[in-house]
T-cell receptor, first 113, second 110 residues
Framework: DAMVIQNPRYQVTQFGKPVTLSCSQT?????MYWYQQKSSQAPKLLFH???????NEADTPDNFQSRRPNTSFCFLDIRSPGLGDAAMYLC????????????FGPGTRLTVL | EDKVVQSPLSLVVHEGDTVTLNCSYE??????LLWYKQEKKAPTFLFML????IEKKSGRLSSILDKKELFSILNITATQTGDSAVYLC??????????FGPGTRLSVLP
């Protein structure tokens, strides 16, 4: 059973056209993360939510926003995608108690035309 | 600034070889170190290490952490072509922040 679900799996957008990527989880984990991963690079953390507390990485562009309306869902909004934003976007969750681990969704591959 | 460094960045071996992947870290308020395997999809969890000197094993894979020297190694014995992947190391702090290294790309040739 899928535990971290991302939709869509592939997203094509035009330069400057807003796009929203979604992530849902069935694990009831407190913490949810958004990563950007470009080809042959490690995942780069954009931000994470610890429950409702939003934690933005210092170098995450303002173009990237996030919403977490409830425990299960988290959204990544890219307000004005540029060509440099084409990447795989990974959502992940982790519990705050129990073994330290992180469960990744399958990712959304974003193409910007 | 927190950082995780992995070496080598790329490695090519033949089936049956044993490999050792290295990870060094500088993570404020360090909590644990994690290893992931990434093929052409999202990373999958391999190991979580919290205590120094205790080896974790899973089949042909094993890993150990040295909290004094701030490094970890991942060993793969009797490598198979299915082990070909990028192996990511990540440091976790008590703020629930994961810091990933650049990964080691392992290619196992038949």
């Amino acid at each position: 059973d899928a535990m971290v679900i991302q939709n869509p799996r592939y997203q094509v957008t035009q330069f400057g056209k807003p796009v929203t990527l979604s992530c849902s989880q069935t694990l009831n984990h407190n913490v949810m993360y958004w990563y950007q991963q470009k080809s042959s690079q490690a995942p780069k953390l954009l931000f994470h939510y610890y429950d409702k507390d939003f934690n933005n990485e210092a170098d995450t562009p303002d173009n990237f926003q996030s919403r977490r309306p409830n425990t299960s869902f988290c959204f990544l909004d890219i307000r004005s995608p540029g060509l440099g934003d084409a990447a795989m976007y990974l959502c992940a969750t982790s519990p705050t108690s129990g073994p330290d681990t992180q469960y990744f969704g399958p990712g959304t591959r974003l193409t910007v035309l | 600034e927190d950082k995780v460094v992995q070496s080598p960045l790329s490695l090519v071996v033949h089936e049956g070889d044993t490999v050792t992947l290295n990870c060094s870290y500088e993570v404020t308020n360090f909590r644990s170190l994690l290893w992931y395997k990434q093929e052409k999809k999202a990373p999958t969890f391999l190991f979580m290490l919290t205590s120094s000197g205790i080896e974790k094993k899973s089949g042909r894979l094993s890993s150990i952490l040295d909290k004094k020297e701030l490094f970890s190694i991942l060993n793969i014995t009797a490598t198979q072509t299915g082990d070909s992947a990028v192996y990511l190391c990540a440091g976790l702090n008590y703020g629930q922040n994961f810091v990933f290294g650049p990964g080691t790309r392992l290619s196992v040739l038949p």
